[in-house]
Structures are given as C-alpha cells and as structure tokens.
C-alpha cells in the first residue's frame, strides 16, 4: 500500500536471489561474537571462570560486512514486512572533510509518476500530457497585493524621476506594477516574420515538482563540484555571522536564486514553443476529456475557455508542496543569445521611422540603465552585459525562483505579449529574515554561504507568512512593467506562453545598498559583477565635471542640474564617498608601508581584477607580491598572500587619501577643490576650450582664488600628493 501511494513500481526480481528467499532473520543481523551462549549461569558457577568456560561451546567467527553484503543488507529491506524501508529523511553529501546534511520532507528514492512526456517517435517537439488538475486540492496564498500605479503623459516622459516618485510610497513592498498611458504602445520587434518563425532559441526543462524539496537533492552533487573549483581557498571558514568593523549589517547576505542547472530542452522558434505551451496547457485543464457547457473555474478567450488565474495560481501552489505527478515546462532565456535580443526597437531595426520615439524612449529596457541619472555605467567594464535586457520566454507554470539582483540594484521588467505572469515579493527590509528562513529549513548551509547564490527553490508564500516575513503579490499584463527595489527577494511564474524583458539599473537613491553589499560580498568571498568604486569614483567626477560646467561657462542643462542635485555636504553622492573613503583611510593606515606605495597607472582600467582571497575588486587599490606577478589581494587579506616576508609586498593606489578628500570637498561645493579637481581630472581640454571661447577663463580663476570662504583643508599638501604619482 505504501509504494502505491508513492506512485511508484518496484520490481521484485530486481532484488530477490536465492540466498535471500528462506532467510529466517534480516541480513547482518547473524552474531559477531565468537561464543554462543547455551545457558544462564546461576549460584558458584558464575564466580569459577574454568567452570563456566568449559559450559560453553565455542561458535563460528563471521567475517566482516563487505560492501555487497550492505547492499544486500539494503535491498532485503523490500521483503521484510517488519521493516518499514525507504524512510530515510535526510540527505547527506560530504563535502571535503565536512558534511552539508539538507532536511528533505519526501522520500529521496520516491518517484513521481511522469505526467509530462515531451517528444514522440515521429515530432521530437510535441508534448503528451496525461496529468491533470486538481482544483480540489487547490494552495492558493492569501496574500495582500502590492501597489498599482498609472502615470499620465506628462509624469512618464521622465523615467528616473518617476520612479524616485513612486519610491516612497511602494518601497515598503518590494515591488509595484506600472500601467503605461494609454498611448505608450511600442512595437514588439518579436513579431516581425523572420524572428517568431525563424529565429532559434535554447530552452531548459523545469520540474516544477521539484522546485521545493527534491530538487536540492538531485543537485547537491553539482554544488560540491562548485564548491572544489569556483570557491576560493577560505571561503569555507567564513562564517555567515563575521561580518566585522561595523561597515554593513552582519545578517545580511547575499542570496541569489538563478535558474541554471536546468536540463537542456530542444531548440525552438517563438512559433514552435507558443504551440508546445499551448498544447500542454489545453490537455493539463481539460476537464477529464469531457466538455462541459460551462464551469466556473474557466472563462471565455478568444473563443477558448482557459482556467482563471487564481485557479491556475492554486494549482501551482499545489504542485509545488503537494505534488502527485512530475510536471516538466520548458522555459528559454535569451542571454547571450545572437538571433533574439531585445523586444523594444532600436536604431538597427528596420523602420525606425515610424516608431523613432519608443527607440529614444527611457522605458525602452535597451536605455534605462544608461540614462542620466543612472549609475551602472560607470561600474561596467567592457565585459560586463549586466547593462544589456535580457528575454524570458515562458509557458504555463515555468518559474523564476526567490532571488534578489546582483548587487541589489533596481529592475524593471516589461511584458511583450502573452498571458499574464504572477510575482511574490519579500521587501528588501526583510532580506536578513528571509535568509534566517533558510538558514533554518537548510541548517547548514550557513556554513556555505555561497552555495545560497545557486540555490534555485521556491518556498511557498504561506511558508514565509507562517515564518512573520510578509509577501506580496501582483499580476503582470502585456505591456505592464513591474518594478522591483533594491533587496527585495521576488518570484514569479507564468499562466501560458508570454516574452518578458528585464534590465537592471543603478539610480542614485541606490547608492547606500550597493555601497553595504560590495562589502558583505567580500566577507562571503562572493563574485562582483560590477566594480563598486570605479562605479562611485566615476559617478563622483561627472558629478564635479557638472559643477564646474555650470561654473566656468554657464551651462546649467538639465544633466548637470541633475548631477548637483546629489552634491552638497547632505547629497547623497558625497555622503556615500566620504564613508567609503573613511574606510579605505582605516585600511590604508593600519596595514599599508608608505615606502612601499606605488601608483596605480600600471594597471589597465579597462579590466577588471579581484583578490585572490575574497574577490574583492581591486580598482581603488592592490596588494602584489614580485612572488606571484599576477596574483592579487586586496587591503584586508594583504599578509594572506603569499608567504614572503611583508617587506616584500607593494601597495598599489590609483588616489592617495588626500586626492580622494579634495574630491570630497568638491562635492560638498568647495570651488578651490572643484577647481583642483576639474584642472587635473575631469575633462580639462574641451571645459578650457570652452572657457577660452567665452572669454571668461581670468574671471573665473580670480573668482576661485579670492573666495576666502572656501578653504581648502590640507591644499597645502598637494606637493606631497604630485611627490606620490
């Protein structure tokens, strides 16, 4: 009865031999002694060791348990109807010379039966489905729904500003969904000819069966392998609560869920897999082959009846903890991707023409992260594709599990076309609660921080609400955007076959989080995708060059009004600076030998270099060995190394400390440092150019140098900084 219940057929010939069949007790349960005994010895024979000695006869010595014998110790389990077999809870996998044990709530050798088979002997892209739904057992989350908003004409022509409109009010959500003027309707590039009937993309096969429990199990095998060749020699000693000096919050961390290690699927156009998804979903909510006249669960489309979402959001829920059958959907990204990119028109697509505004629009996901205002620019190499949309195609119940964005910036994500997707969202002040939430489900992978960035599974709503940690929810239409901010874990999945498009980006509210997370990525020896100070630096300079502009030759544009808008001694740009300074001046101070100091002009800044111990970017300054010339490390792991004596290693810096506090200053308004700074660092040809064209070059100088009110502190010391280059 209980191998029915769990679906699952076992052969018994599989298991039986003649060794087996007239056992009279359970393998490995013969004695291992070398005496049997016959009787109980009583009165004054007990206390004559010879005596009781000769009562006895001795009996054969059994050898150890070898490796068959256990398995088939194991196996003899299946014909014992005293044991109660395949009752293991745990999983166990060694890693190194520690253990990683995941509580798992199913059976680990229980099998589903298939209710999806993908392919047949004539069409390697057809789907047969012969599970179906069971809106009796229906999950459905009871979940309050996060904020709508409709911007008019006027308020949505500016992008950035809008949402740090909304911030305050939708923050506190996780996220809020945007519904475009009604004008706003941007071709969807997806559907010319050639791309939807043409163009070829990879998918990946998803067990949603799996997404809770049984998945963790299947992969932990590929998370040891991560662990031996991605993790850097100590990142196994760290642990999730030393996070020290007071810099970021020591609970917070870094827990990113991405959707690989997927199984390959076929490759398909946008035609054939809107067909697959369409197929599948017909045949899973058809009623039991019969049709009725009508049901309340399913409403009228286009002349189809399809399930309301609600019902289709239970039946989710429902596969996910209480599963009956394997359910497999296949999902497709376009990262990377050669044939199909971006959904928006850009200056390359065919007839710009007649949509030349959607191309320049700041909603186009193609512009957002490079518009005025936005950072993530400055923080990109020319490697990095953080700043390039990427697609998501999906069909009914693929999903995207509990993560956060790298760095915990800002998304967007824009809905092409298809049937509406539904998104949960943890409020970002709620990060540090969320991942004492799978600390205690995953105990030990406290341990092993880093295995949280690959940990794909998707807890329940009802399970994090049962936990004190509040969800949200909201369902994305075509042509919707949903906003998520930064921190805030979000999930979704998709009713039916839908593209969506999703970039993310780096306004300047965003500043304090990116500042607190590059540190808590160091102390977890996690990978950065961006480099944080070339990100702040950069943004610190444009921020001066606009002051100087609207300074020296009067130009007070709306780039620059915006850039001055965060300077000032409470601007938020100068208030991240100068804490990141601070802490670069306390590393320096404690561990750096000045004689040993070098400029940092040697080092390309084109590319992008990490601490050998922590990963940890290396752009404001480097720690090398002549030992090791293309070994790195940063500031706090300089004596980890190598093993040569400390006089032997050498500091590189791009600023010296008082360079880095003139820049400082001139963000706080300072004109002798904006000056200093806009002189030597920022665009100093074309701003002179410009300054000699106006005639204003003498004025302006004079203007800076008998502005007794602004003093620089230390300008003095400008001879000891050229001394440094």
Same mark, same amino acid.
């Given at each position: 009865?209980?191998?029915?219940?769990?679906?699952?057929?076992?052969?018994?010939k599989?298991?039986?031999?003649?060794?087996?069949e007239?056992l009279?007790?359970?393998?490995?349960?013969?004695?291992?002694?070398?005496l049997?005994?016959?009787?109980?010895?009583?009165?004054?024979?007990a206390?004559?060791p010879?005596?009781?000695?000769?009562?006895?006869?001795q009996?054969?010595?059994d050898?150890p348990?070898?490796?068959?014998?256990i398995?088939?110790?194991?196996?003899?389990f299946?014909?014992?109807?005293?044991?109660?077999h =395949?009752?293991? !809870?745990?999983?166990?996998?060694?890693?190194g010379?520690?253990?990683?044990e995941?509580?798992?709530?199913?059976?680990?050798?229980?099998?589903?039966?298939?209710?999806v088979?993908?392919?047949?002997?004539?069409c390697?892209?057809?789907?047969?489905?012969?599970?179906?739904?069971?809106?009796?057992?229906?999950?459905?989350?009871v979940?309050?729904d996060?904020?709508?908003?409709?911007?008019?004409?006027?308020?949505?022509k500016d992008?950035?500003?809008?949402?740090?409109?909304?911030r305050?009010?939708?923050?506190s959500?996780?996220m809020?969904?945007?519904?475009?003027?009604p004008?706003?309707?941007?071709?969807?590039?997806?559907?010319d000819?050639?791309?939807?009937?043409?163009?070829?993309?990879?998918?990946?096969?998803?067990?949603i069966?799996?997404?809770?429990?049984s998945?963790?199990?299947?992969?932990?095998?590929?998370f040891?392998?991560?662990?031996?060749?991605?993790i850097?020699?100590?990142?196994?000693?760290?642990? @999730?609560?030393s996070?020290?000096?007071?810099?970021?919050?020591?609970k917070?961390a870094?827990?990113?869920?991405?959707?690989?290690?997927?199984?390959?699927g076929p490759?398909?156009? @946008?035609?054939?897999?809107k067909?697959?998804?369409?197929?599948?979903?017909?045949?899973?909510?058809?009623?039991n082959?019969? !049709?009725?006249?009508?049901?309340?669960s399913?409403?009228?489309v286009q002349?189809?009846?399809?399930?309301?979402?609600a019902?289709?959001?239970?039946?989710?829920?429902r596969?996910?903890? %209480?599963?009956?059958?394997e359910?497999?959907?296949?999902?497709?990204?376009t990262?990377?991707?050669?044939?199909?990119?971006?959904?928006?028109?850009?200056?390359?697509s065919?007839?710009i023409?007649e949509?030349?505004?959607?191309?320049?629009?700041?909603?186009?996901?193609?512009n957002t992260?490079?518009?005025?205002?936005?950072?993530?620019?400055?923080?990109?190499?020319?490697?990095?594709?953080?700043?390039?949309?990427?697609?998501f195609?999906?069909?009914?119940?693929?999903?995207?599990?509990?993560?956060?964005?790298?760095?915990?910036?800002?998304?967007?994500?824009?809905?092409?076309?298809?049937?509406?997707k539904?998104?949960y969202?943890?409020?970002?002040?709620?990060?540090i609660?969320?991942?004492e939430?799978?600390?205690?489900?995953?105990?030990?992978?406290s341990?092993?921080?880093? @295995?949280l960035?690959d940990?794909?599974?998707?807890?329940?709503?009802?399970?994090?609400k049962?936990?004190?940690?509040p969800?949200?929810?909201?369902?994305? %239409?075509?042509?919707?955007?949903?906003l998520v901010?930064?921190?805030?874990?979000h999930?979704?999945?998709?009713?039916g076959f839908?593209?969506?498009?999703?970039?993310?980006?780096?306004?300047?509210d965003?500043?304090?989080?990116?500042?607190?997370?590059v540190?808590l990525?160091?102390?977890?020896?996690?990978?950065?995708s961006?480099?944080?100070?070339?990100?702040?630096?950069?943004?610190?300079?444009?921020?001066?060059?606009?002051q100087w502009?609207?300074i020296?030759?009067?130009?007070?544009?709306?780039n620059n009004? @915006?850039?001055?808008?965060?300077?000032?001694?409470?601007?938020?740009?100068?208030k991240?600076?100068k804490?990141?300074?601070?802490?670069?001046?306390?590393?320096?101070?404690?561990l750096?030998?000045?004689?040993?100091?070098?400029?940092?002009?040697?080092?390309d800044?084109a590319?992008?270099?990490?601490?050998?111990i922590?990963l940890y970017?290396l752009y404001?300054s480097?720690?090398y060995?002549?030992?090791?010339?293309?070994?790195?490390s940063?500031?706090?792991?300089?004596?980890?190394?190598?093993?040569?004596?400390?006089?032997s290693?050498?500091?590189?810096?791009?600023?010296?400390i008082?360079e880095?506090?003139?820049?400082?200053?001139a963000?706080?308004g300072?004109?002798?440092?904006?000056?200093?700074?806009?002189?030597?660092?920022?665009?100093?040809?074309?701003?002179?150019?410009?300054?000699?064209k106006q005639?204003?070059?003498?004025?302006?100088?004079?203007k800076?140098h008998? =502005?007794?009110?602004?003093?620089?502190?230390?300008?003095?010391? %400008?001879?000891?900084?050229?001394?440094?280059w």
């Open positions: 009865m209980y191998l029915e219940l769990m679906g699952t057929k076992r052969s018994m599989n298991v039986r031999n003649d060794s087996q007239n009279s007790v359970p393998p490995g349960f013969v004695s291992l002694t070398s049997t005994l016959k009787r109980t010895v009583t009165g004054g024979e206390s004559d010879v005596a009781v000695a000769g009562k006895f006869k009996g054969p010595i050898r348990l070898s490796n068959s014998d398995e088939k110790f194991k196996s003899s299946m014909q014992r109807p005293w044991i109660l =395949d009752q293991s !809870d745990r999983v166990t996998q060694k890693y010379s520690e253990q990683i995941l509580d798992m709530k199913c059976p680990v050798n229980a099998r589903l039966p298939e209710g088979i993908r392919g047949c002997a004539n390697s892209n057809c789907v047969k489905v012969t599970a179906r739904w069971h809106p009796e057992e229906s999950c459905l989350p979940l309050d996060a904020p709508v908003f409709r911007p008019t004409e006027e308020e949505f992008t950035l500003k809008y949402i740090g409109k909304l305050p009010k939708a923050e959500y996780g809020c969904r945007i519904v475009p003027p004008s706003w309707r941007p071709p969807c590039i997806l559907e000819k050639k791309t939807w009937e043409a163009s070829k993309f990879s998918t990946h096969a998803q067990r069966d799996e997404l809770q429990n998945y963790l199990n299947r992969k932990l095998s590929t040891h392998e991560k662990i031996k060749t991605t850097p020699k100590g990142a196994a000693n760290m642990d @999730l609560e996070c020290n000096e007071g810099e970021v919050d020591s917070e870094k827990c990113t869920a991405v959707s690989s290690e997927l199984e390959y490759e398909l156009t @946008l035609k054939s897999f067909k697959y998804a369409g197929d599948f979903k017909r045949q899973y909510f058809r009623e082959d019969k !049709d009725k006249d009508f049901d309340v399913l409403i009228s002349g189809r009846r399809e399930p309301l979402i019902r289709i959001e239970g039946e989710y829920w596969i996910i903890e %209480n599963p009956s059958e359910i497999e959907v296949l999902c497709g990204t990262f990377g991707s050669r044939t199909l990119r971006s959904g928006f028109p850009q200056k390359t065919p007839n023409a949509y030349s505004k959607y191309v320049k629009s700041g909603w186009n996901l193609n992260p490079k518009l005025s205002g936005s950072l993530l620019p400055f923080g990109c190499y020319d490697t990095s594709s953080i700043l390039v949309p990427q697609l195609i999906g069909m009914c119940f693929a999903s995207q599990c509990w993560r956060n964005e790298d760095h915990h910036l800002y998304s967007l994500c824009y809905m092409h076309l298809g049937e509406p539904v998104y969202s943890v409020p970002g002040r709620y990060c609660k969320f991942l939430v799978v600390k205690m489900l995953f105990p030990q992978l341990k092993h921080p880093e @295995l960035r940990l794909v599974t998707q807890l329940s709503p009802a399970m994090l049962s936990e004190g940690i969800v949200y929810r909201c369902v994305q %239409n075509p042509l919707e955007f949903v901010f930064p921190g805030a874990f999930s979704e999945f998709s009713c839908n593209c969506t498009e999703s970039v993310c980006f780096a306004p300047f965003w500043l304090p989080h990116g500042q607190n997370i540190e990525y160091s102390q977890y020896c996690l990978k950065t961006i480099s944080h100070d070339r990100l702040l630096l950069g943004g610190a300079m444009e921020a001066v060059s606009a502009e609207s020296a030759i009067r130009n007070d544009s709306f009004q @915006l850039w001055r808008s965060v300077c000032g001694k409470d601007g938020i740009l100068t991240v600076l804490s990141r300074v601070k802490i670069e001046g306390i590393r320096r101070e404690h750096c030998n000045p004689s040993l100091s070098r400029a940092l002009d040697e080092f800044i590319t992008k270099r990490e601490c050998s922590c970017d404001l480097v720690v060995c002549s030992c090791s010339p293309n070994r790195y940063c500031l706090r792991h300089a004596k980890q190394l190598c093993s040569c004596t400390w006089g290693r050498y500091f590189l810096f791009r600023y010296s008082t880095l506090n003139i820049l400082i200053e963000l706080e300072n004109l002798k440092a904006i000056h200093s700074w806009a002189k030597r660092k920022v665009r100093p040809n074309a701003l002179l150019a410009e300054m000699d005639k204003d070059h003498n004025v302006i100088s004079s800076i008998n =502005d007794s009110s602004h003093k620089l502190n230390g300008i003095a010391s %400008n001879d000891r900084a050229k001394n440094y």
